[in-house]
């Protein structure tokens, strides 16, 4: 059975860092891309970074890049979001979610319980 | 980026009623999207790959259709637990989804 269980939320001042971890089973870890998508209370979904099987690629969103770093460690079956210089904007509840490709069509195909990050004074 | 609006925002139907939920891109995405299921504090739940994909397990009164900017979401004969918000996706450029569609209980 595939499983992602992400920890690492917390409540952060503006400025802070905080650093997340998605711990996935079930499936051949380091063959797959893995995500972070953000839902902030009462809104939409938002993607904010990928990161390729072996870790060779990475990739954010506009609203994070410089300030969120992905990573992963396969040999613990773990991709890392180490998010730097918080604002009251990411606040949100993160997801960990695994990459699949079907008919040539990239989707998420299983994703984590989420953890909640609160940036505030 | 690519937007994808959704139609309508929020809709009440009854059980067994046929729902029809439309996904529009701001540019062709041929069939690079995904609609996905998400429940009050639960994470989303794939439903619909590549446009009109039944992903695995998933009841068949859900369908897909679309290709280019226009896509449609189609549950045929609602039921109790199909009440929820639903998102379209597109991975043909960097990820976006669409605002969500809430459908609830008339």
């Known amino acids: 059975e595939v499983q992602m269980v992400e920890t690492g939320g917390d409540l952060v001042q503006p400025g802070g860092s905080l650093r997340l971890s998605c711990e996935a089973s079930?499936?051949?870890?380091?063959?797959?891309?893995m995500g972070w998508v953000r839902q902030a209370l009462g809104k939409g979904l938002e993607w904010v970074s990928a990161i390729s099987g072996s870790g060779d690629g990475t990739y954010y969103a506009d609203s994070v890049k410089g300030r969120f770093t992905i990573s992963r460690d396969n040999s613990k079956n773990t991709v890392y979001l180490q998010m730097n210089s918080l604002r009251a904007e990411d606040t949100a509840i993160y997801y960990c979610?695994?990459?699949?490709?079907?008919?040539?069509?990239?989707?998420?195909?299983?994703w984590g319980q989420g953890t909640l990050v609160t940036v505030s004074s | 980026d690519i937007q994808l609006t959704q139609s309508p925002s929020s809709l009440s139907a009854s059980v067994g009623d046929r729902v029809t939920i439309t996904c529009r891109a701001s540019?062709?995405?041929?069939?690079?999207l995904n609609w996905y299921q998400q429940k009050p504090g639960k994470a989303p739940k794939l439903l619909i790959y590549?446009?009109?994909g039944l992903q695995s397990g998933v009841p068949s009164r859900f369908s897909g259709s679309g290709s280019g900017t226009d896509f449609t979401l189609t549950i045929s004969g609602l039921q109790p637990e199909d009440f929820a918000t639903y998102s379209c996706?597109?991975?043909?450029?960097?990820?976006?989804f669409g605002q969500g569609t809430k459908v609830e209980i008339k």
């Open positions: 540019q062709s995405i041929t069939n690079y």
């Open positions: 996706q597109q991975s043909y450029g960097t990820w976006t």
């Open positions: 979610a695994k990459e699949e490709r079907a008919a040539g069509i990239l989707h998420h195909d299983y």
């Open positions: 079930g499936f051949t870890f380091s063959s797959y891309a």
């Open positions: 590549a446009a009109s």
